[in-house]
């Protein structure tokens, strides 16, 4: 398992399941075109960029670069990396015909073509024997209220809000974001300033 310091943009779920397997680094999805519609997912990809740089990830194909296109314009190229895999035809193993252009995708890849890739593109490969921020741990969130307690959800929402994040996102998803964007003490600070209505 190869640790990457930068976050790693794809367009789908299957995608994601091949990289989660080959680096260990925070992997977010397009979902496909839902990323030309979903604006917060976007501030969210922004953030992370500017953060901890965002090495793109598409497909070969056309909706790949056209998806890689959209992100280019929208985040500034400073915190951008693009990784691209070489035009290899053929189907993945789930699908019953090839895509469109009959190219494998992200998905299809063999684990050593997409550290090449990534390495191309210049991921930063981190050491074994670097020291661990202090991450925000689903028991910070309940301590602070975030989840399992009264007006749990309500809270949720407002801090997503608050920090301009996807409000539908689940309390995994919101868990991994705060553990990009901030550490607990900034948490805790941001958290104090939240006004709770209970009533």
């Given at each position: 398992?190869?640790k990457?310091?930068?976050?790693?943009l794809?367009e789908g779920k299957?995608d994601?399941?091949t990289?989660?397997?080959?680096?260990?680094?925070?992997?977010?999805?397009?979902?496909?075109?839902?990323i030309?519609?979903?604006?917060k997912q976007?501030?969210?990809?922004r953030?992370?960029a500017q953060?901890?740089?965002?090495i793109?990830?598409?497909?070969?194909d056309?909706a790949?670069?056209?998806?890689?296109?959209?992100?280019?314009?929208?985040?500034?190229?400073q915190?951008l990396?693009?990784?691209?895999?070489?035009?290899i035809?053929g189907?993945?193993?789930?699908?019953?015909?090839?895509?469109?252009?009959g190219?494998?995708?992200?998905?299809?890849?063999?684990?050593e073509?997409?550290l090449?890739?990534?390495k191309?593109?210049?991921?930063?490969?981190?050491g074994e024997?670097q020291t661990a921020?202090?991450?925000?741990?689903?028991?910070?969130?309940?301590?602070?209220g975030l989840s399992?307690?009264p007006?749990?959800?309500?809270?949720r929402?407002?801090?997503?809000?608050k920090l301009?994040?996807p409000e539908?996102?689940?309390?995994?998803?919101?868990?991994?974001?705060?553990?990009?964007?901030?550490?607990?003490?900034?948490?805790?600070a941001i958290?104090?300033?939240?006004?709770?209505?209970?009533?």
């Open positions: 398992m190869v990457i310091r930068e976050a790693i794809v299957y994601k399941n990289l989660s397997q080959i680096v260990d680094t925070t992997i977010l999805e397009t979902a496909g075109f839902g030309f519609k979903d604006k976007l501030d969210l990809l953030k992370v953060k901890r740089g965002l793109v990830f598409t497909d070969s056309g790949g670069f056209v998806i890689r296109n959209h992100i280019k314009s929208a985040i500034p190229a915190f990396k693009h990784a691209f895999i070489p035009d035809y189907k993945e193993r789930r699908k019953a015909a090839p895509g469109k252009e190219k494998l995708g992200v998905e299809g890849m063999r684990p073509i997409i090449e890739a990534l191309r593109a210049g991921a930063t490969v981190e024997c921020t202090s991450s925000i741990t689903k028991q910070d969130l309940m301590e602070l399992g307690g007006n749990s959800a309500e809270k929402l407002l801090l997503l809000k301009d994040l539908h996102m689940s309390a995994n998803a919101m868990l991994q974001a705060l553990n990009l964007l901030y550490n607990l003490d900034e948490l805790t958290i104090s300033g939240l006004e709770i209505n209970h009533g």
